[in-house]
C-alpha cells in the first residue's frame, strides 16, 4: 500500500526517460535473482529474473544486468512511462538448509514518473 | 496466471484476539509463504511451507503460528494479537524444489491487519 514507499530512496524520472534502479546484494552464493514491482495497494509483481549463470536478460522495455564480482543488480526500464510509478526491488536466492531456496528480498526504490 | 487470493483486503482486530489470515493459489505450487512488510523494514519471512501438513520458521516467527492441511491453502494464526502485529501481510507461492525450483515467488494483494 501506500506506506510502502516511506523512508525508501527515491528516483524521480521523466516520462519518456530510461530509468535505472540498482541493487546490492549480500550473498556471493546467490544464484538466482528476480526484479519485483509493487503498486499502491498492491503485492509485489514479478518483472523479471536472471540467473547466475548470465550477465544480461531482456524483457519487454526491462533489461536486468547483474555483476558478481561486485554483487550488483541493476533494472534498466526503457521509455519510462507513469504506469511505471512503484516501488521495485530485487530478490536473491540461494540454496538454503534442506535443500530449500532461501530468498532475501532488498528493501526497495521508489520510483516517480514525472508527466 | 497464477492466482493468489488472500481472503480480507482489510482486517481490524483487538488485542488478544485469536487472528486468522487465509490463503489460496490455484496453481499448484509445492511452495507457500507468509510476509509481513512494514515500512522502512522491507518483507519479512514470517513462516513457509513446502508440502502439506509441512512448515518451517521464517525470519520472525514469534507469535504466530501456521497451517496447511491442503496444499492450495497456507493459513496464519496470530495466536494472541497484540499492537506489533499491526502490519501489512503478503503471501506467495512458487514451484517448489521437486517442480524445478528456482522460480520467482506470485504474491497475494496482501491483508492490511489493525490491532487494537
Known amino acids: 500500500g501506500e506506506s510502502v514507499g516511506l523512508h525508501l530512496p527515491t528516483l524521480s524520472v521523466q516520462e519518456g526517460d530510461n530509468s535505472i534502479i540498482n541493487c546490492a546484494y549480500s550473498n556471493s552464493a546467490s544464484d538466482y535473482f528476480i526484479w519485483y514491482k509493487q503498486e499502491s495497494g498492491k503485492g509485489p509483481q514479478f518483472i523479471i529474473d536472471i540467473r547466475s549463470n548470465m550477465d544480461k536478460r531482456q524483457g519487454q522495455r526491462v533489461t536486468v544486468l547483474l555483476n558478481k564480482t561486485v554483487k550488483h543488480l541493476s533494472l534498466q526500464i526503457a521509455a519510462t512511462q507513469p504506469g511505471d510509478s512503484a516501488v521495485y526491488f530485487c530478490a536473491e536466492n540461494r540454496g538454503g538448509s534442506g535443500g530449500y531456496q532461501k530468498v532475501t528480498f532488498g528493501t526497495g526504490t521508489k520510483l516517480q514518473v514525472i508527466p | 496466471d497464477v492466482k493468489v487470493t488472500q481472503s480480507s483486503r482489510y482486517l481490524v482486530k483487538r488485542t488478544g484476539e485469536k487472528v486468522f489470515l487465509e490463503c489460496v493459489q490455484d496453481?499448484?505450487?509445492?511452495?507457500m509463504f507468509w510476509y509481513r512488510q512494514d515500512p522502512g523494514l522491507g518483507l519479512r519471512l514470517i513462516y513457509f511451507s513446502y508440502d502439506v501438513k509441512m512448515k518451517e520458521k521464517g525470519d520472525i516467527p514469534e507469535g504466530y503460528s501456521v497451517s496447511r492441511e491442503k496444499k492450495e491453502r497456507f493459513s496464519l494464526i496470530l495466536e494472541s494479537a497484540s499492537t506489533n502485529q499491526t502490519s501489512m501481510y503478503l503471501c506467495a507461492s512458487s514451484k517448489g524444489v521437486r517442480q524445478g525450483g528456482n522460480q520467482p515467488q506470485h504474491f497475494g494483494d496482501g491483508t492490511r491487519l489493525s490491532i487494537l
Open positions: 496453481m499448484d505450487h509445492e511452495n
